[in-house]
């Protein structure tokens, strides 16, 4: 084949390239158009937004703040005796402490492992 041959199959490759790219382009936009609409005509089919007088309100006692307290587990009775239920349960694994005072760090006992403390004294 002559340079002109390879000039000429060169040329065409890259139209053929251009081409590709802007079908490829075509189709992408095509879809995204279409999803547009697709989630516009979803959109129209759900509820209508709660008006203002239809949104939560507080409750006449004011707002709920949090509740810090300590717990402590809820011991489970020895091995021995009659096995225990489901229903026997309580629903939650711990109950409200006697104690509610958090317990601090004291100066002298141990930190973490290897923190260079001296461990309890």
Known sequence: MSTAAFVVAAAG???LNVIAAFVGGAVIAGALIWAVQFGMRVRD???PRP????????????????IREMREPDELPLAEQERLMPYQLHHSGSKRGKDQNRRRWLPGSSGGFGSGGLGHV
């Open 51 to 66: 008006r203002p007088e239809e949104q939560p309100s507080l409750p006449s006692t004011g707002a709920v703040h949090e």
């Open 45 to 47: 089919r759900e509820l």
């Open 13 to 15: 490759s890259d139209v």
